[in-house]
């Protein structure tokens, strides 16, 4: 009779499980398992982490099935229970018998919510699906001096929506600073605490082809009336309707009902109100109305808190060096940071490498000091600015001042050599000028550029600038 003791049980597979991998390998995926029960011919053991259940299914399965079968008996199975915080998968259930070695649980996917909602039905409370990430919450949001002021308003909100002054509220930051993050914390707190609001969370490019589908149906009046019916609207990338006059004429309405019934709107960019170009006035003047806060890029500090936080929820140990080496050289986001632990993972174990100081070094050059960094519109203005000792919103004026306009030529030139934006869009980005004063500008600066030394000379210098601008 097989000993009943799932302990037992355990430490017979991890005898088996020690001769047969490494003791790095060991050590960071084995030795944290916990052994919970053992039914039914089913072992339950606990893991750290979400992250550790995908490493296990993807390197170790097999290892783990042929050890279960040889420790406790053919056809035992292994259920994984995920113990780090409400927002893990429970239960994740492995059947090791089964040839696709397909989980019995499978998760919610976020992505889903891509699926455009049906306007003519008029869901009620309980039908609309909010499209909101449960994982980005207030309690995994690492605060800091960089987004305190954030993180402040974006509680505030959540706790009394549209009874705050911050209505709406524009959340602004480059690329991977928690602005799609906090935005969710807001909707996901709400539904909390009031579980009867319409809370909706759609990307303004799904909102785009919401629209333009409802143009192509006939449908537009649904369109706008399903949104009005909605308690807390939040958009994320605000900045994408840049250009789309349709799309912003209808967002206008659906904001002015929204505000003046007293909802709550919810908005992020990744530029301020004053900089966001091809955005009609009447919308960013209402952007403006109630709170904009900016997310600025994480400090040091706060950029070792949030990854002694990613490693602590995936169950993980790392040294403090390390933390500390790749906090002072992984500036540019927090999406940066976490690619990196998983990386320095994946390569300690397939490699069987202990993670210390040299392999975060290599992993960390691999991805930062290699990757070649799309230039944006944003910082080729803010170098030209620099240069010509211009403020940031000058060159989107009508002046006519000799710097301006040629601060001005010169941004489109170097918008036009280094990023794939049609000339349309430039202008668009850049003082709202059409695409054939970009032609213009573009052909003015080459030709001044080959019978003009100096010119020649401070554009190189601004060229310069801009790459080693991106570089840091």
């Known amino acids: 009779m097989i000993e009943s003791n799932h302990a037992v049980l355990w430490n017979r597979c991890l005898n088996i499980i020690k001769d047969n991998v490494p003791e790095t390998t060991y050590n960071t995926w084995f030795a944290p398992?916990?052994?919970?029960?053992?039914?039914?011919?089913?072992?339950?053991?606990?893991?750290?982490?979400?992250?550790?259940?995908?490493?296990?299914?993807?390197?170790?399965?097999?290892?783990?099935?042929?050890?279960?079968?040889?420790?406790?008996?053919?056809?035992?199975?292994?259920?994984?229970?995920?113990?780090?915080?409400?927002?893990?998968?429970?239960?994740?259930?492995?059947?090791?018998?089964?040839?696709?070695?397909?989980?019995?649980?499978?998760?919610?996917?976020?992505?889903?919510?891509?699926?455009?909602?049906?306007?003519?039905?008029?869901?009620?409370?309980?039908?609309?699906?909010?499209?909101?990430?449960?994982?980005?919450?207030?309690?995994?949001?690492?605060?800091?001096?960089?987004?305190?002021?954030?993180?402040?308003?974006?509680?505030?909100?959540?706790?009394?929506?549209?009874?705050?002054?911050?209505?709406?509220?524009?959340?602004?930051?480059?690329?991977?600073?928690?602005?799609?993050?906090?935005?969710?914390?807001?909707?996901?707190?709400?539904?909390?605490?009031?579980?009867?609001?319409?809370?909706?969370?759609?990307?303004?490019?799904?909102?785009?082809?919401?629209?333009?589908?409802?143009?192509?149906?006939?449908?537009?009046?649904?369109?706008?009336n399903f949104y009005q019916t909605i308690d807390v609207l939040i958009i994320d990338d605000i900045q994408e309707f840049a250009g789309m006059t349709r799309t912003q004429n209808t967002f206008f309405h659906i904001f002015n009902h929204l505000h003046q019934n007293g909802k709550q709107l919810i908005l992020t960019s990744d530029r301020a109100p004053i900089l966001l170009q091809g955005m009609e006035d009447r919308l960013l003047t209402r952007f403006k109305w109630g709170m904009v806060a900016e997310l600025e890029k994480p400090t040091v500090e706060l950029r070792k808190n949030i990854l002694r936080n990613k490693i602590h929820r995936d169950g993980l140990q790392f040294p403090s060096e390390v933390i500390d080496y790749i906090a002072e050289n992984v500036n540019e986001s927090v999406r940066d940071l976490e690619g990196i632990v998983i990386a320095i993972m994946a390569r300690s174990t397939i490699f069987n490498k202990e993670i210390d100081l040299d392999l975060a070094q290599h992993i960390v050059h691999g991805v930062v000091h290699n990757e070649t960094k799309a230039i944006t519109i944003d910082d080729i203005l803010k170098v030209v600015c620099k240069h010509f000792d211009l403020e940031a919103s000058a060159i989107h004026t009508k002046s006519r001042k000799r710097e301006v306009v040629q601060a001005r030529q010169i941004a489109m030139y170097l918008a036009k050599n280094h990023t794939d934006f049609s000339t349309s869009k430039i202008g668009k980005f850049i003082g709202n000028k059409d695409h054939a004063t970009v032609l213009h500008a573009c052909k003015t600066v080459k030709g001044q550029l080959e019978v003009d030394k100096s010119f020649h000379a401070e554009v190189d210098e601004i060229e310069s600038l801009l790459k080693k601008r991106n570089k840091e």
Do not use: C, W
Not at 64 to 71: E, G, I, P, S, V
Not at 84 to 108: F, G, H, M, Y
Not at 176 to 195: M, R
């Open 33 to 224: 398992i916990v052994p919970l029960k053992y039914e039914d011919k089913t072992l339950i053991v606990q893991i750290p982490s979400q992250f550790f259940y995908e490493i296990l299914e993807e390197k170790f399965v097999d290892l783990l099935r042929k050890t279960l079968y040889k420790a406790i008996g053919e056809g035992t199975k292994l259920m994984y229970n995920v113990m780090v915080d409400k927002t893990s998968i429970p239960n994740q259930t492995v059947n090791l018998e089964a040839s696709n070695r397909s989980t019995a649980v499978t998760p919610k996917s976020i992505t889903d919510g891509n699926k455009a909602p049906n306007f003519l039905k008029a869901p009620v409370i309980q039908d609309l699906d909010p499209h909101l990430n449960p994982n980005y919450n207030f309690e995994n949001f690492i605060e800091g001096y960089s987004n305190k002021l954030s993180r402040s308003v974006a509680e505030a909100v959540a706790q009394k929506p549209a009874g705050t002054a911050f209505n709406p509220l524009f959340l602004h930051g480059s690329s991977g600073v928690g602005k799609t993050h906090l935005a969710n914390a807001i909707g996901t707190k709400i539904k909390e605490l009031y579980p009867e609001k319409r809370v909706l969370y759609v990307s303004a490019h799904l909102f785009q082809v919401q629209y333009t589908d409802s143009v192509r149906n006939n449908t537009t009046n649904d369109f706008i």
